[in-house]
């Protein structure tokens, strides 16, 4: 076969392929845009596990009318505009990837508004070809409605896995997200019914308590910086750790944000569990939520389509400080069991 240019169609659901893995890859995708644009309040809904339809709603800065075309488009973006932004990125989404890419495998409505524009503007795409664009009247947000996902490429749609499973992976998300933005309600509805509402007061614990009951929710201990100065005063190390008598069979409690990204990081995974070396029985792992902030430019966002894993400049020092500051929140504030307890 002669080397030839790929026609724009086949190159966008190749590049969508890489974004929108399965219904849970679009509510990140919605999800983050949302919280870029300042939402306070975000409301996601899905019918057959985000299969037939997803709808993500927020009150935030909206898209001005003359750029909501150019919106979904591939690589127009509002958050940089040079290679050297990408060190100073502090944005969840900065590729201008996600909504173009979703467009071209699904049918996407977009209605959104700004507070200075006396109107909205509704946008409809199908496969990633514009269908209308009209003027429509909502208050200042955005609403954006993803139908029919991977009704162009039915090899992709066969691999999605049942409902109850899509569900899951949409409620993963929703609550990490829950977990990073306190002060942002959330609200997620499966089937028109509400499984999962955050309250949006600032509360980290509030959340914590919704997303894992009472109980465990109200013994997890607040992580307190280290007694000793950080080697990189920089890094500042915030969460919730739970004491040594909850714990679970498996790391994946262990819940990571960098600069209010979710990340998969095996070291600080580590790091945690290392801060309780002694503290729980062989085999059991706590749970935590982790927040590590830290300059921009010492930390690599762009390693993966997903951003869910990073490059730190100095991994090192990063695993150092989650280590002690985790291990110091459990010397003070937690009795310590004897091992194998």
Known sequence: MPIRILPEEVVSQIAAGEVVERPASV???LVENSIDAGARLIRVETERGGKKRIRVSDDGRGIPSAEVELAFRRHATSKLAMTDDLSRITTLGFRGEALASIAAVSRLTCITRVE?????????????????????????????????????????RKFLRTERTERGHIDGWLTRYAMAYPEIGFTLLHDGKMVFQSPGNGRLRDVLIEVYGLEVGAAMLAIVPPERPMDVANIQVRGFVSPPSFH??????????????????????????????????????????????????????????????????????????????????????????????
């Not at 514009?130 to 009247?137: L, R, S």
């Not at 095996?266 to 790091?271: E, F, G, K, V």
């Open 27 to 29: 509510v990140k995708e």
């Open 116 to 156: 200075e524009e006396p109107v909205g503007t509704r946008l409809q795409l199908e496969g990633g070809r514009q269908v209308a664009c009209i003027e429509d009247g909502r208050p200042p947000g955005t609403t954006i409605a993803v139908e029919d996902l991977f009704f162009n490429v039915p090899a992709r």
């Open 248 to 341: 679970r069979a498996n790391r994946g409690y262990i819940t990571l944000f960098v600069n209010g990204r979710w990340v998969q990081d095996a070291r600080l995974t580590y790091a945690v569990i290392q801060a309780y070396h002694t503290m729980l029985p062989v085999g059991r792992y706590p749970l935590a939520v982790v927040m590590v902030r830290m300059p921009p430019a010492d930390v690599d966002v762009n390693v993966h389509p997903t951003k869910s894993e990073v490059r730190f400049r100095d991994g090192d020092q990063v695993f150092r400080a989650v280590q002690r500051a985790v291990r110091q929140t459990l010397v003070t504030q937690s009795p310590i069991p004897a091992v194998g307890q």
